[in-house]
């Protein structure tokens, strides 16, 4: 067993700490590489030296060739075009030195001979027909090809930065994306169409050294024969070999790193984007139709057949495309007999332990979503872009809908396929648990019948899923038929639409959690850092999210946080619970919640309690863990629900929003006590109508009238 000696380990740390700190100095090395560079074409350099770097530029290209099959999408390699100047800079500078190192000695160095003797067999015509082939190649094939596609693809960069830009700004809008995630979006696209153009201007370093190769050779055998025959007295023939050899070495050391670098060019602008590195995708590509590997492995035994064609070769290759095709078509069906699994994002996934192992696959399983859609697979069509499905993008509406009407983000929903329902069924989900379903006819319409209907409509009787009204599933030719006839026409998109925007209106609360209001407090931090600073001081986040969902509750708009926040910070010190702060919060909030309920001529049309009936109320609440309630006797209880019912219908078949002004101590006790009956009664106090606002009173809930 060795040791290493004092002096070797001495020897390693140094070079280890002079690495370190010139990797903490990128900028001077660089810069220091460029001048070099240059300075290559004017200063002689000795053989050795020209050897050196000669395999030095044959590494560098061959580095960059393998960095480009490896790369996943183009923009990881963004500093190609900088580097290619740079590279191609290097390699002229080689030609020059190289070119002069020839010409003053008539020795170009090992590399150069060893390429000049070895590579073409010191026959300098040979050697010549391959570097003109060489040139042929890069030049009218690789070169061509790769400056079109840079073009065309800077092109439709360019072209489709507005599209994209426009994108990114409505999922930012509909609350897809976060500002961060946007701002990192953009960047991505400004950085595309940099690296596209950069690559199309770069392409024409590529061109312009294909040809800077072949007048650097024209020049060097022309000036090699007249070195040779004139100055150092050779004959033309000896003249023609020594030199015409040496600059043939010369050409094929320059041009096979060119032609790499050219390769690698091409690789990079023609690259999609993909998850796998080139070879996977050309392998995953290639052998994804075992039965084309088939096809062709029959035609090459077909080849191996025919008269006068090589037996040997065809069969080998036969055997080989063959066995392929029949190793993937055993491998494919060994995977569609394994037992599948929704995973959490609604793809199929094999059972664990089946192929996937990763334990944080198996953890993300437990993870429960906010909002859930699962729909039955006859459903599928109406989320298939291919089928026509716009229900993803109509989602992506809501949630820009819920925004503006009630003024927070609702999370992701979550869309998948379940083949335990029936195929036309629809479940919506909260945090994991139904909250409501559906059926649909997703080839049908539904019909609803209108007040003024004409004519009965034969179809298939259903109760619309929503606010569980009558109505009839009818063929798509009987639209027109059904809105003459006085019926309202839904498409089936439409319906799971409405039904869940209609379940979002009624959770609204229990949608926003804790990091939801950080995330709205932290938006107004920016516009408005006084009074968050304030109310999270005291009362804190919890209550903050408490009164926010107790308006949600009655589905108060919470758009003007920074009035709600100031409500509650002019009242806490008063007022402890949540329910309290956010009764003064509506009264804060006043005209918004009654702007709500008013009618098309533009009056708040209520009614109202009477004064004993008030009371009764007020003597009867009773406090509870739970907040403020009515404890009226049944006897008590059940005419008056029965009359504000019928005030309510009153107000509805006049068209307008059934309203209850009361005043602001029983406003909220008697909301709790009237909303499992009739969830649909607005109940106001006096206290939230604006003064200048025109109030109606349509009718009065008295003592007789509820036999009291």
Request: proline share 5%; net charge negative; glycine share 10%.
């Amino acid at each position: 067993m060795s040791t290493a000696t004092p002096a070797s380990s001495n020897s390693t740390g140094s070079l280890t700490a002079f690495l370190g700190r010139l990797s903490q100095q990128t900028d001077i090395v660089w810069a220091g590489v460029v001048v070099t560079i240059v300075g290559m074409m004017i200063i002689p350099l000795p053989p050795l030296l020209v050897d050196l770097l000669l395999t030095l530029n044959i590494s560098i290209s061959l580095t960059i060739l393998l960095v480009s099959m490896y790369m996943e999408e183009p923009l990881e390699f963004s500093v190609f075009p900088s580097l290619l100047l740079i590279v191609t800079l290097f390699r002229l500078s080689l030609n020059i030195a190289s070119t002069r190192l020839i010409l003053l000695t008539g020795s170009g160095g090992e590399v150069i001979r060893a390429f000049g003797e070895f590579v073409v067999g010191g026959n300098y015509v040979v050697g010549l027909v391959v570097f003109l082939l060489l040139m042929v190649i890069q030049f009218a094939v690789i070169t061509a090809g790769a400056g079109r596609v840079a073009e065309v693809s800077a092109r439709f960069t360019l072209d489709a930065m507005p599209g994209k830009q426009m994108a990114i700004d409505a999922d930012l809008n509909a609350g897809l994306i976060t500002e961060v995630v946007a701002k990192d979006r953009r960047e991505k696209i400004a950085r595309e169409a940099d690296f596209y153009g950069a690559m199309d201007g770069a392409s024409k370093f590529v061109k312009g050294d294909a040809m800077a190769g072949i007048i650097i050779t024209i020049i060097n055998i022309i000036g090699g024969l007249i070195i040779g025959m004139l100055q150092l007295g050779m004959g033309a023939g000896e003249a023609a070999q020594t030199f015409t050899l040496l600059t043939v070495g010369d050409g094929l050391v320059s041009q096979i790193p060119s032609l790499l670098v050219s390769t690698a060019t091409g690789i990079i602008v023609t690259r999609a984007r993909s998850k796998k590195h080139m070879g996977g995708d050309v392998i995953d590509q290639l052998t994804t139709n075992p039965k084309a590997l088939a096809i062709v492995a029959t035609i090459l035994a077909g080849f191996a057949v025919v008269p006068g064609l090589p037996t040997l070769p065809f069969l080998t290759l036969s055997g080989v495309v063959g066995t392929t095709s029949f190793v993937l078509n055993r491998r494919q069906q060994t995977a569609k007999q394994l037992p599948l699994l929704d995973g959490p994002d609604g793809e199929q996934k094999a059972l664990p332990g089946a192929e996937n192992k990763d334990e944080g696959e198996v953890l993300s399983l437990l993870r429960v979503d906010v909002l859930e859609l699962e729909i039955g697979y006859g459903l599928i069509p109406l989320i298939d872009k291919n089928q026509g499905g716009d229900l993803l993008e109509r989602v992506g509406y809501i949630r820009r809908q819920i925004a503006g009407e009630l003024g927070f983000i609702v999370p992701k929903i979550r869309i998948r396929d379940n083949l335990r329902l029936n195929p036309n069924q629809y479940v919506v989900k909260l945090r994991g648990e139904e909250v409501s379903t559906g059926q649909l006819q997703p080839k049908m319409l539904l019909a609803m019948p209108g007040p003024m209907v004409t004519e009965e409509l034969a179809g298939i009787d259903t109760t619309e899923p929503v606010f569980g009204l009558p109505a009839l599933w009818i063929g798509l030719d009987k639209r027109g038929d059904a809105e003459i006839a006085g019926y309202t026409v839904v498409e089936p998109p439409s319906i799971i639409i409405t039904h869940l925007t209609e379940v979002i209106r009624q959770h609204a609360s229990a949608l926003l959690g804790r990091q939801e209001v950080q995330e709205l407090l932290d938006t107004l931090q920016e516009r408005s850092p006084a009074v968050v600073n304030e109310v999270m001081n005291k009362p804190g986040l919890g209550t903050v999210q408490r009164v926010l969902q107790a308006l949600l509750r009655e589905r108060v708009p919470i758009r003007d946080l920074v009035i709600i926040l100031e409500s509650i910070a002019d009242n806490v010190h008063d007022i402890g619970d949540a329910d309290g702060l956010a009764e003064q919060a509506r009264s804060y909030l006043g005209r918004t919640i009654v702007n709500g309920y008013r009618g098309f001529d533009g009056a708040l049309h209520v009614f109202t309690l009477a004064p004993m009936i008030e009371h009764k109320i007020n003597e009867s609440l009773q406090q509870t863990p739970q907040g403020w309630i009515v404890n009226l006797s049944p006897d008590l209880a059940q005419p008056l629900m029965a009359q504000i019912a019928q005030q309510m219908e009153t107000l509805a078949s006049q068209g307008y929003d059934p309203v209850l002004v009361t005043n602001q101590r029983i406003r909220l006790p008697l909301k709790r006590f009237t909303n499992r009956s009739l969830p649909t009664l607005n109940v106001v106090s006096f206290r939230e109508i604006p003064a200048d606002l025109d109030v109606r009173a349509e009718g009065v809930v008295d003592v007789a009238a509820a036999h009291i």
